[in-house]
């Protein structure tokens, strides 16, 4: 059975810092890309950032970029991991955030399409 269980979210200030987890279970994720999306209340859901297969490459919205960062630990065979730091958080960072796992990323890292397996979400409340 599948599954990506995110975890790490809460309510942080505007500035501070926050990590979130996704543990991922049921496939040989070391083989899958892996990314983060968020979702804020009435907007779609939106790319944040991904990690290639063996963390050979990483991606960022231009909205996180410099402030976040992704990273993944394959170290354990059933359980794999993903992570993305959130550093200087901003209020407009609060959303639903969801890791996803993708195969190939056809037709690309930053297109929810991609990704055949995710997560329920965390939430993530930047207060001012």
């Known amino acids: 059975q599948v599954q990506l269980v995110e975890s790490g979210g809460g309510l942080v200030q505007a500035g501070g810092s926050l990590r979130l987890s996704c543990a991922a279970s049921g496939r040989t994720f070391s083989a899958y890309g892996l990314g983060w999306f968020r979702q804020a209340p009435g907007k779609e859901r939106e790319f944040v950032a991904a990690i290639s297969q063996s963390a050979g490459a990483t991606y960022y919205s231009d909205s996180v970029k410099g402030r976040f960062t992704i990273s993944r630990d394959d170290a354990h065979n059933t359980v794999y991991k993903t992570y993305l730091q959130m550093n200087n958080v901003k209020p407009e960072d609060t959303a639903v955030y969801y890791c996803?796992?993708?195969?190939?990323?056809?037709?690309?890292?930053?297109?929810?399409?991609?990704?055949?397996?995710w997560g329920q979400g965390t939430q993530v409340t930047v207060s001012s």
């Open positions: 996803a796992a993708a195969a190939a990323f056809v037709p690309g890292y930053s297109r929810e399409e991609a990704y055949r397996y």
